[in-house]
């Protein structure tokens, strides 16, 4: 379940997407209960911000019109096919200095890929059911320039799958 994977989540480091929702969203949103304040006390914790990485993405807080909202998903910088490329976003992480940061955001641009909505308005949705956390993702109207919730389909994933092994996504 999301409970149980966010709890294990816990006991390891953050992964990017959790760091990138930290950054983003619950400075601006204090509004969160439960499992996701254990996750923000975490990586206040942790000490480590990545705000000014990715200057592109600072707007998604005020693209939720004063909703509080914790969100899941992945940080993704593409090659030049269009295909995700972590090799890409490797160019992006742990870069600190400004002007290099400002130099690689107009090189290597990334985009948030939101995929899933764990709370909203301090309500816990880590219990409800994918397909109800997704429509009211939907809802939110999340379509910036560099963030955006990805079309999705609840099916057998075996095409899917296949897909991400021709093209080497991980």
Excluded: K
């Amino acid at each position: 379940t999301r409970v149980l994977a966010a709890q294990q989540w816990l006991a390891t480091p953050p992964t990017l997407a959790l760091e990138m929702l930290a950054a983003h969203v619950m400075p601006n949103h204090p509004a969160v209960t439960g499992l996701m304040q254990e996750v923000a006390e975490r990586l206040q914790a942790i000490g480590r911000d990545i705000t000014a990485r990715y200057p592109e993405l600072q707007g998604l807080a005020d693209a939720l019109a004063a909703r509080s909202a914790v969100l899941d998903g992945e940080i993704v910088a593409c090659d030049d096919a269009g295909i995700p490329s972590f090799e890409r976003l490797q160019e992006r992480m742990h870069v600190d200095d400004r002007a290099t940061v400002a130099t690689l955001a107009a090189r290597v641009p990334v985009v948030y890929m939101v995929f899933d909505l764990l709370a909203l308005d301090g309500e816990a949705l880590v219990a409800r059911p994918y397909r109800e956390r997704r429509e009211r993702l939907v809802g939110l109207g999340l379509d910036g320039p560099a963030w955006q919730v990805p079309p999705n389909a609840l099916a057998d994933g075996s095409a899917l799958a296949a897909f991400t092994v021709e093209h080497g996504i991980e």
